[in-house]
T-cell receptor
Framework: GESVGLHLPTLSVQEGDNSIINCAYS??????FIWYKQESGKGPQFIID?????DKRQGQRVTVLLNKTVKHLSLQIAATQPGDSAVYFC???????????FGSGTQLTVLP | DGGITQSPKYLFRKEGQNVTLSCEQN?????MYWYRQDPGQGLRLIYY???????QKGDIAEGYSVSREKKESFPLTVTSAQKNPTAFYLC????????????FGQGTRLTVV
């Protein structure tokens, strides 16, 4: 089946810098994408989502960019803080499909 | 506050035993899901349910069973037929299948001893 993957398994950034987490997806029919944050030993938390009729969406300190031409999704975190250290997952869904398909995650570590 | 509650947080199972993981939600969501997460891996769908008394197999249903007798509850049983059950199990819900984001519980870590 289709899968969602991430370019890098780990990412380290200095506190205060901006972080960019990337995600490649292979299902060209996917029309809804979500970013989740998962802290150690906890369930994933919703960060931001975007539909395929958009190429950018902003939240509080986060921005999601969608490039449908190359099937690429990114999450930008501004002024990264120690509390941002976690695993970040992208997930995608096609239309009224039954489930989200998750990538394997990127571990973000914020350095002091 | 509305949310999803999973229990217990940690669970130990002996070889050959069946164990049941609890998932309760008070979000009035129609759809509920069970995912399995292994170290360094993404989430894989075990079972999902769109409405009460109905459920469907996900990608890795073998060795697991579920029931949906109430809208609020979607327990997962890990049977002795599941050969490698040690993992982190996550329950989620959405307003309906295919509707917006999924809300997750805090997970149950199951270990075979």
């Amino acid at each position: 089946g289709e899968s969602v993957g991430l370019h890098l398994p780990t990412l380290s950034v200095q506190e205060g810098d901006n972080s960019i987490i990337n995600c490649a997806y292979s299902n060209s029919a996917s029309d809804y994408f979500i970013w989740y944050k998962q802290e150690s030993g906890k369930g994933p938390q919703f960060i931001i989502d975007i539909r395929s009729n958009m190429d950018k969406r902003q939240g509080q300190r986060v921005t999601v960019l969608l490039n449908k031409t190359v099937k690429h999704l990114s999450l930008q975190i501004a002024a990264t803080q120690p509390g941002d250290s976690a695993v970040y997952f992208c997930a995608e869904r096609e239309g009224s499909a039954r489930q989200l398909t998750f990538g394997s995650g990127t571990q973000l570590t914020v350095l002091p | 506050d509305g949310g999803i509650t999973q229990s217990p947080k940690y669970l130990f199972r002996k070889e050959g035993q069946n164990v049941t993981l609890s998932c309760e939600q008070n979000l009035n969501h129609d759809a509920m899901y069970w995912y399995r997460q292994d170290p360094g891996q993404g989430l894989r769908l075990i079972y999902y349910s769109q409405i009460v008394n109905d459920f469907q197999k996900g990608d890795i249903a073998e060795g697991y069973s579920v029931s949906r007798e109430k809208k609020e509850s979607f327990p997962l049983t890990v049977t002795s037929a599941q050969k490698n059950p040690t993992a982190f199990y996550l329950c989620a819900s959405t307003e309906g299948v295919g509707r917006t984001e999924a809300f997750f519980g805090q997970g149950t870590r199951l270990t075979v001893v």
